[in-house]
């Protein structure tokens, strides 16, 4: 392990001037006009995979954002693994509350700050450094796979994979995209919730009317659409839609103070919902509403609304049908209506959760060598963020095992302000993955 932590060290310095410069593409997938940035940070992937050696580099695209697929052929008796990463990024909103220029990695102390550092252009940087620890010769087969467009749902994923199953293949998946329990503490990711959105529209009104003629009789639009809103959640803040699923209790303890810690709740604000917070965070549903269109108060006159809209997001639980959680959100809406107002549905996306076993033999490698490269045990978590592509590649391919890292911790705000990785995670998720590799590699030359 001495020699490949040393090589891991060696080639650290320029994985880092690469993750720089992938940061500096500022490659956002959701905005159109950043298409052709997505399309320049495919390039740059393939380039760099190209540097490694991969004999066989691709850009694909269907009908999405290209994706990088590049592959090393395993040497005979060994596994292929294949190492995935995605290159989009979300957009930065508001410039002016960056510290630093977002598309100029900056370091700061013992982090590294930028949009996309860490999320998931870190993913990119972490195979990068495990793969140049063997100078181009890994001990497996690997098949390096960037996607282009998974923080806009993965929509041409479902394609490339059935269209490029032969290239996909593999024995094992190493999912570089989530996050640690805290800073130098590895982690597993076994549970994902998954999510369903909508466009809800409320209408009660044929026109606007004069709110002093004709109000404290006809209802206008946005106070229905706001008592329809307050009607997901119960008085305690949980999720008061019928039919949902609740996934197992979680075992590992998640302290109210570091929840409050970490989210920067205000003083006497209360949390939402019952029961241990790692069950609510990671095992059951969860509503938001991200948004409503609505007149502007600058723009604001005495008048009754006609129609207000809310997207509405619902993060479901790790085993819960995405279809029947998007019906149950529907019905809920139509069934709780204030004043007969007309409901309306735009758009209704989904994403499947998912449950990742860590019990097969390459967790258990991994479990060691994870310890190992962290000088820290490995702690078994969910997330409730959605990353829907994990459970797509359970279903293509049902006997590979799944294994979900990444270097996301509290302090990382991704998708945030100020997005960034500490750069002491990174080295070691890199000499993981090494490790890993060299593993498998060991087992397929003494088995």
């Given amino acids: 392990m001495t020699d490949l932590r040393e090589r ?24 159109p006009e950043h298409h052709p940035d997505v399309r320049a940070s495919a390039a740059a992937v393939a380039a760099l995979a190209a540097g490694l050696g991969f004999p066989d580099v691709r850009i694909v695209a269907e009908g999405g954002q290209p994706a990088v697929i590049a592959r090393f052929p395993a040497p005979e008796g060994a596994p292929t693994v294949c190492l995935y990463a995605h290159h989009d990024v979300q957009p930065t909103g508001d410039l002016s509350l960056w510290t630093s220029d977002p598309f100029q990695a900056t370091r700061r102390g013992d982090r590294l700050y930028g949009r996309g550092v860490v999320d998931d252009k870190a993913g990119i940087a972490v195979h990068l450094a495990a793969l140049r620890a063997f100078d181009g010769r890994p001990p497996v087969g690997v098949t390096l796979f960037v996607e282009g467009e998974e923080e806009i749902g993965s929509g041409s994923l479902a394609t490339i994979m059935e269209r490029h199953a032969g290239l996909l293949a593999a024995d094992v998946y190493v999912i570089c995209d989530s996050g640690n329990w805290r800073v130098g503490t590895p982690s597993f990711t076994t549970a994902l919730r998954g999510l369903v959105d909508l466009v809800v529209e409320v209408r009660t009104l044929d026109h606007a009317l004069h709110s002093g003629q004709y109000g404290g009789a006809a209802p206008d639009a946005l106070t229905t659409l706001v008592r329809l809103l307050a009607t ?27 929840l409050r ?74 069934d709780h209506a204030p004043f007969g107002a007309h409901v309306s549905f735009h758009g209704g996306e989904t994403g499947w959760g998912t449950v990742v076993p860590s019990t097969g033999p390459v967790a258990s490698a991994a479990t060691e060598v994870y310890a190992q490269a962290w000088g820290d045990d490995v702690v078994e978590m969910g997330q409730g963020g959605s990353i829907p592509m994990v459970a797509d590649f359970q279903r293509a391919f049902p006997n590979a095992e799944v294994l979900v890292v990444g270097v996301v911790d509290p302090d990382s705000r991704m998708h945030g302000i100020d997005e960034s990785v500490d750069l002491g995670d990174l080295a070691r998720a890199g000499l993981a993955e090494a490790m890993l590799l060299e593993r498998l590699g060991r087992a397929r030359s003494t088995g």
């Fill in 8 to 31: 891991v060290n060696d080639v650290m310095p320029g994985v880092l001037d690469d993750l720089a410069a992938l940061v500096a593409i500022p490659s956002v997938s959701s905005m």
């Fill in 232 to 258: 997901l959640h119960d008085e305690d803040g949980d999720v008061a839609v019928a039919g949902l699923v609740s996934a197992e209790p979680f075992a590992l303890d998640y302290p109210a103070e570091r």
């Fill in 261 to 334: 810690a970490e989210t920067g709740v205000l003083d006497g604000v209360e949390f939402t919902g019952t029961g241990p917070i790692a069950d609510r965070l990671w095992g059951r549903p969860s509503v938001t509403v991200l948004a409503v269109d609505a007149t502007s108060i600058a723009n604001a006159s005495n008048t009754l609304a006609p129609s207000a809209r809310a997207k509405v997001s619902m993060r479901i639980a790790p085993n819960q049908d995405p279809d029947l959680a998007l019906d149950a959100l529907r019905r809920h809406l139509r």
